[in-house]
């Protein structure tokens, strides 16, 4: 049988994969990082024993987390991503030409570098002149920014370890400062299965902050139950209506024009999560 | 720890549950038949070691099986389902009031005798006055019928066992002279994660068959990489030209207006799929 790798997404429940071997594996100052070489879905990077990106599936992560909120601003100049070390959301960014400056805010260096080193498809744009990578507390830098992006992604792990700040009121309040006054924020908000309060307490604190406040969803496989949310916040931008003439040819394996438009119906049960 | 369920939905990849107890355990005339009372999704059916519904997430299934072609035809009466005999899609069917007669033709009476005992919130809808149960083969059931259906829906396994001869063209062609002249078919066809192929060659001999042929998505979380597809055929009526006042007020957990015009937005590499 050889060795399996099985994140146990609940209590009572969970995915295995087979693993050909393991490239890496320590205790960094955050979290447990391991990167898995395995037989389905390429290398793993796996945190504190949960499936962060994989080698097969992560651009559907990436894409939705980067292109529906920057088809939805009209012209994205300064991005900040907030985690996401791997350099996945960095990548599909760095596609938007209107991008100029794109920050990268990791509190683990160790991310950074054996993602570099096992993950070089994802972790490549990194390396891009016009990329910034800073290796330090997200909340922090966001407290210090004040009307300077054009958009902010939160590319977090769940909330336990280094991400529970990501997690808080004070946090979007925070984004909602940093940004500029026609900015989006978004961030990946788990999932509706076994994640509904947490779903729920997020959009009502994003509501608080943001105007326009919308949930929409992609397949991701090798995440808790596979429909995985993502929230925005908005202050004048509505996602919905964005010009025809906004979208143009983009190089994606997921994202499309026709899903940035049919990612936000959301099915009943999980619509029914984003009323108060 | 206790006894887990893994059901290895491709060689190296596989999704694994707590399992309370085994309720039934059978070698059926067709298949391994087991009920296995799960501490995340409530009563699982498991058919060859695969799962086929649990009271938590079969709604999903269920809902999107029936409901996407019975809004798209203007007044389905007679419906046909082939296979499911827990009964979901059937229960589902019955929420139109349209419908006189829901015929199930299932090829395994051990499937309906369990599910009648053990996932009674599914297969409670069996003993409705409108619907027909038929123990008997469906390949055979559908080459008899002609011009009788308003509605046939595939509700298989995958194409192994006793499905095997459900996923082939002079099936699709049997449907199609089974189906009176307006009428609709639709089939679920496993995910595009791990079964690409069967997919695009599904979707190539139904579109051999029937002039409008669409795909469209769900998320079941229980499902071999949660997206699953359906791919609908149909010789005169337009999934997404439903007209507005066709929709009505229906008591779903995942299906509503909304979802049945975005399912059919494809991931662009699921897209890709169904071209030639």
Redesign the interface.
Known sequence: MGTWF?EKQ?????????VNRSLHSEKTDFQDLEILE????GNMLVLDDMVMTTER?EF?YHEMLAHVPLFTHPSPKKVLVVGGGDGGVIREVLKHSSVEKAVLVEIDGKVIEYSKKYLPTIAGALDDERVEVKVTDGFMHIAKSEREYDVIMVDSTEPVGPAVSLFSRGFYEGISKALKEDGIFVAQTDNP?FKADLMKQVHADVKETFPITKVY?A???TYP???WTFTMGSNIYHPLQVSDERFFEID?????E??H?????????V?DLTKE
């Open positions: 099985t609940t209590d009572h429940f969970g995915i295995t994969a087979k395995t037989e389905e879905w599936d559907v299965w969803t397949n991701i496989p139950s596979g429909l994606t394996k997921y994202y499309t026709e899903i438009k049919a990612c936000f119906a959301l099915p009943k049960f619509k």
